[in-house]
């Protein structure tokens, strides 16, 4: 439990000292794109602690404006992704049998496609650009969410609670809302914090492949490409900075995403252990259990 | 292998044992002495410290659980537990372990051959193919499953739960051991399969004169299948009592109390079994003095003042086989009115 | 207990369910690639025909590609040609795609290969020795195995060339393709450069190319790797748990030895139904990597046609990696079926 705890605690530190990083980046969106032939291809230093590109522009500012556009685009994405996904599970679960059954083949034949090649497929389909990756992105984030919630909330109906509900005669919304949606609390927020961590590296990859943000935006994945160009006559800050910045953004959240169901467990046994009921007598039972 | 039944040498002798799980002492100084061909039983409520008395002494208990004390010497030879390769010559050949739930005590994903010819190459490195395979089928025909050269192929999953605990003995006996440890080999059982493999251990013991220590909280099977008793409580021995005078003849109030809640069949219905006030004590919090005073109906004052006495009951008969004696770890052994 | 006739028409009847299943999930697959790229907004022939083209041109293109067809006509000639391996032409240069992906597997499928046996070695060995030894090592394995997890392959091969590269340390040679260029590709057999090499007797060639394999073979089975590793793990923990563990040591089997016949035995059965998540993250990597070391493999092909807007490229590229990823599954399942006794049919 309490590995689990540190483990959260340095997930909430990194993702702390990333968001700011994006704040600062709010500030930086000039310095970020400011071409300045003169400066280029510095090395890192006081003027320019992770150097200059090609270009002369500052790789700290076009990094601290990245992790915001990262940060935003994983969270929307992940968002609106996760509400579909959300949707469709609730459907599954409590609709009829012949549905789920359909959805669930369409949500399988989805999920047959390599995340980041379907992204890569609906982003070309619909013209190149960081917003069009984000709906590409979306599309593969709903049937995982899809697909996991359903299983929980199929369960759900089978639990007592939900079949009481049914019993009293309250309307399939209404259960769906305020009996399985909590039900699916500890599921939904480990899916939630995972994705974006996935969201993230399939977002700069595709950019790193060029259907993404378009170069002059400072998104790391389009970053790592100029910065191959440059590497190999050694300016390495060029890429190293913004993948390390997307490294530590996906393991900050994939470190929270691994913690969740121990911490919310924890918690959850602290709590009933503060208004646990008096037990039967356990001696009764056992003495007859012995004989 | 095994060696000849000299009443001077015990099969398995236990002085003293200690075991802890961490800082909390489970067992608390466990004395036991099995002579060949002899089936001692050890019963006691659940947590009382018996499965970890029969894992200790195979030298495998769980992580975090270490032997802190004791000697225990198997057909003569002193037991190191700290030398793991001793000990890994000594389980299988020497000690050996029937498990209580057969269903999960083997590989799913091997035959059952397979898993009975592991025992016997481990041991017996130098054994021909043929012959591993035609002593399996052997082992099989004693612990008596047909068809055993068909069975041998099959999987785990094939087998009923009876059938496995079969195999699971013919594991154990594979290598002639001076002693086995049963834990519970028949509690998860139907009652039938129970009666069948305990008369298998009976014949085994007859066969082969190995020496078993049967470990249950079945009181009543105890009494029928073993010569002497030893009744835990709190992880100590509170009485060791010779079967045969274990209903009627009981010293100690804990196992007095452990007989009354037995189901008597004929006994008119509604009638309430009788049961033990209050719950066994924590091991980490001991109470002051004998363990059991808290619950006993004969506790006095002084019980709960340092340890109790070990009070000798009855001297054995000259007729008897061996030593069976009769002590009680109670100061009022001898008032308790016995019945 | 056991029933062959019954036991054998159930398994072929649950066989025959699967085989359904997976025809039906291959059908929509399809449906949903054939509705992503012809159905949206930009017209295929546009794209052909460039924006300065005559409306003359343009009709005249549309109707060779069948785009005044009903769309249920297309997407049967769609599916048709898919199966009958006839990917269309580039949009940019007219090369067959079917002769250029059948040209350029090779070079993917031995960096796969090879970063697929990285993969399972690294994990087997870590998550074996993790969950063995247990303690500081088991921490260090899980965080090593989170981190891997989340890195960008195409970074890290970055990296790699940096450090390792001919611009770093030098150890490895950097990002110039399969061989140093002054040495002759082995006589073509398999058309894996370093099994050609070995066949022909040319350690020269075989250690050349296994050199300039390493640096994106390690790139690419890093998330596999990691993703292998955390269940082979926590698989392993939980056999470790199950009581004929301890019935195996009373025999006298030393803690070793049961772990690696019995624990780890168990352990990676189950794992094998991660065999289409493995290959998916590998054609996914391979896309990223590839171009990083300039590998000419069907991932690079990928990039240039993005990069060009070649939809008959992607398009074909896109389907056939569900398939692969179907099949895989498909193909793991059999496996476990043959492997696992439990599932097994009783063939006496």
Same mark, same amino acid.
């Given at each position: 439990m309490t590995a689990s705890r540190a483990q959260a605690g340095v997930a909430a530190g990194l993702l702390a000292a990333l968001v700011v990083l994006a704040v600062v980046g709010l500030f930086l969106q000039d310095a970020a794109v400011k071409v300045d032939v003169a400066s280029a291809l510095q090395a890192p230093g006081a003027a320019h602690w992770f150097g200059t590109d090609a270009q002369g522009r500052d790789v700290f500012a076009r990094v601290a404006v990245g992790t915001s556009i990262a940060l935003a685009s994983g969270i929307a994405t992940v968002a609106v992704g996760g509400g579909l996904g959300l949707l469709i599970a609730l459907v599954c679960g409590l609709g009829p049998r012949w549905l789920d059954a359909v959805l669930v083949r369409l949500l399988d034949a989805v999920m047959a496609f390599p995340a980041l090649l379907l992204a890569l497929a609906v982003t070309m389909a619909f013209g190149t650009g960081?917003?069009?990756?984000?709906?590409?992105?979306?599309?593969?984030?709903? @049937?995982?969410?899809?697909?996991?919630?359903?299983?929980?909330?199929?369960?759900?109906?089978?639990? @007592?609670?939900v079949q009481a509900a049914r019993t009293i005669g309250l309307s399939t919304p209404h259960i769906a809302v305020r009996h399985v949606v909590p039900y699916l609390g500890t599921t939904l927020s480990v899916q939630l914090a995972a994705n974006v961590g996935n969201v993230v590296l399939v977002l700069s990859g595709l950019s790193f492949i060029g259907v993404g943000a378009q170069p @002059?935006?400072?998104?790391?994945?389009?970053?790592?490409?100029?910065?191959?160009?440059?590497?190999?006559?050694?300016?390495?800050?060029?890429?190293?900075? @913004?993948?390390?910045?997307?490294?530590?953004?996906?393991?900050?959240v994939n470190l929270l995403a691994d913690s969740i169901p121990a911490v919310r467990a924890a918690r959850r046994a602290r709590r009933t252990r503060r208004s646990r009921r008096p037990r039967p007598n356990p001696v009764a039972a056992a003495a007859v259990k012995e004989a | 292998m095994s060696a000849a039944p000299s009443p001077a040498l015990p099969a398995l002798s236990v002085e003293g044992l200690r075991v802890a799980y961490g800082d909390v002492e489970v067992v608390r100084g466990?004395?036991?002495?099995?002579?060949?061909?002899?089936?001692?039983?050890?019963?006691?409520?659940?947590?009382?410290?018996?499965?970890?008395?029969?894992?200790?002494?195979?030298?495998?208990?769980?992580?975090?659980?270490?032997?802190?004390?004791?000697?225990?010497?198997?057909?003569?030879?002193?037991?190191?537990?700290?030398?793991?390769?001793?000990?890994?010559?000594m389980r299988g050949s020497q000690l050996s372990l029937v498990f209580q739930d057969p269903l999960t005590s083997l590989d799913p994903v091997k035959s059952i051959g397979s898993q009975i010819a592991e025992a016997l190459r481990r041991h017996s490195p130098r054994m021909s193919r043929a012959a591993v395979r035609a002593r399996c089928a052997e082992l099989l025909t004693a612990v008596g499953v047909p068809e055993p050269e068909r069975r041998l192929r099959q999987y785990p999953h094939e087998f009923s739960g009876g059938?496995? /605990?079969?195999?699971?003995?013919?594991?154990?006996?594979?290598?002639?051991?001076?002693?086995?440890?049963?834990?519970?080999?028949?509690?998860?059982?139907?009652?039938?399969?129970?009666? /069948?493999?305990?008369?298998?251990?009976?014949?085994?013991?007859?066969?082969?004169?190995?020496?078993?220590?049967?470990?249950?909280?079945?009181?009543?099977?105890?009494?029928?299948?073993?010569?002497?008793?030893?009744?835990?409580?709190?992880?100590r021995v509170v009485e060791e009592v010779p079967s045969d005078v274990l209903f009627g003849g009981a010293a100690h109030p804990y196992t007095r109390a452990l007989l009354e809640s037995l189901p008597v069949p004929g006994r008119p219905r509604g009638e309430d079994l009788a049961w033990i006030p209050g719950a066994p004590p924590p091991l980490s919090a001991l109470p002051p003095g004998?363990?059991?005073?808290?619950?006993?109906?004969?506790?006095?004052?002084?019980?709960?003042?340092?340890?109790?006495?070990?009070?000798v009951v009855s001297e054995p008969s000259v007729a008897a086989l061996g030593t069976a004696l009769h002590t009680a770890e109670c100061r009022r052994a001898l008032e308790v009115p016995r019945g | 207990m056991s029933r062959p006739t019954s036991s054998t028409s159930a398994a072929l009847k649950r066989g025959a369910g699967a085989l359904l299943g997976v025809l039906a999930t291959l059908l929509l697959a399809s449906v949903v690639s054939f509705v992503v790229l012809r159905a949206v907004p930009g017209d295929p022939a546009r794209?052909?025909?460039?924006?300065?083209?005559?409306?003359?041109?343009?009709?005249?293109?549309?109707?060779?590609?069948?785009?005044?067809?009903?769309?249920?006509?297309?997407?049967?000639?769609?599916?048709?040609?898919?199966?009958?391996?006839?990917?269309?032409?580039s949009y940019s240069n007219g090369a067959d795609v079917t002769a250029v992906i059948a040209a350029r597997l090779p070079a993917t499928l031995e960096l796969a290969l090879w970063a697929f046996l990285f993969a399972v070695v690294g994990a087997v060995v870590v998550a074996t020795l993790a969950s063995y030894r247990g303690g500081a090592l088991a921490g260090v394995a899980k965080v090593v195995s989170l981190v891997g997890l989340g890195t960008p392959q195409f970074w890290v091969a970055l990296v790699l060339v940096l450090v390792l590269g001919s611009s770093g340390l030098g150890v490895l040679p950097g990002p110039s393709g399969r061989l140093t260029s002054f040495l002759e590709p082995p006589p073509h057999v398999t058309g894996l450069y370093t099994v050609d090499g070995l066949l022909a007797g040319q350690?020269?060639?075989?250690?050349?190319?296994?050199?300039?394999?390493?640096?994106?073979?390690?790139?690419?089975?890093?998330?596999?790797?990691?993703?292998?590793?955390?269940?082979?793990?926590?698989?392993?923990?939980?056999?470790?748990?199950?009581?004929?563990?301890?019935?195996?040591?009373?025999?006298?089997?030393?803690?070793?030895?049961?772990?690696?016949?019995?624990?780890?035995?168990?352990?990676?059965?189950?794992?094998?139904?991660?065999?289409?998540?493995?290959?998916?993250s590998l054609i996914t990597g391979s896309v990223l990597v590839e171009s990083v070391f300039n590998w000419p493999g069907i991932g690079q092909v990928l990039v240039q046609g993005v990069q060009r807007q070649d939809f008959a490229v992607v398009q074909a590229f896109v389907l056939l990696s569900a398939v692969l990823y179907v099949a895989a599954n498909t193909a793991a399942d059999a496996v476990v079926a043959l492997v696992d006794p439990r599932l097994r049919v009783s063939t006496r």
């Open positions: 960081l917003l069009t990756a984000l709906l590409g992105v979306v599309v593969t984030v709903v @049937p995982v969410f899809a697909r996991t919630l359903r299983a929980e909330a199929r369960r759900a109906t089978s639990e @007592p609670f @002059p935006t400072p998104e790391w994945g389009a970053m790592i490409t100029e910065g191959l160009q440059n590497a190999l006559t050694g300016q390495w800050w060029i890429g190293v900075f @913004p993948g390390l910045a997307l490294l530590l953004t996906v393991v900050a | 466990v004395d036991l002495v099995v002579r060949p061909g002899e089936k001692v039983g050890v019963v006691g409520e659940s947590g009382c410290g018996k499965s970890t008395v029969a894992l200790a002494l195979m030298g495998l208990l769980a992580t975090g659980g270490s032997v802190t004390g004791g000697a225990v010497t198997v057909s003569g030879s002193r037991v190191d537990y700290h030398d793991e390769r001793a000990l890994d010559r059938m496995r /605990q079969r195999a699971l003995i013919a594991v154990a006996v594979a290598n002639d051991p001076a002693v086995l440890i049963a834990d519970e080999p028949t509690t998860a059982l139907d009652v039938t399969t129970q009666a /069948q493999v305990v008369d298998l251990l009976d014949s085994l013991v007859d066969g082969l004169g190995v020496a078993v220590v049967l470990v249950t909280h079945d009181i009543g099977l105890v009494s029928e299948f073993c010569d002497r008793v030893l009744v835990m409580y709190a992880g004998c363990s059991f005073a808290p619950r006993c109906a004969w506790a006095q004052p002084e019980c709960s003042v340092g340890t109790p006495p070990r009070v | 794209l052909i025909v460039g924006p300065l083209a005559t409306p003359d041109v343009l009709a005249g293109v549309r109707t060779q590609l069948g785009l005044d067809d009903p769309l249920w006509l297309q997407y049967l000639h769609y599916l048709r040609d898919f199966a009958t391996l006839q990917w269309g032409y350690p020269i060639v075989f250690s050349d190319a296994l050199a300039h394999l390493a640096l994106p073979a390690i790139s690419l089975a890093l998330i596999p790797g990691a993703f292998l590793t955390r269940l082979l793990t926590a698989n392993q923990a939980d056999v470790a748990r199950a009581p004929f563990v301890t019935v195996v040591r009373s025999k006298g089997v030393s803690r070793w030895a049961a772990h690696r016949r019995h624990v780890l035995h168990n352990a990676l059965l189950p794992s094998l139904a991660s065999a289409g998540l493995v290959l998916a």
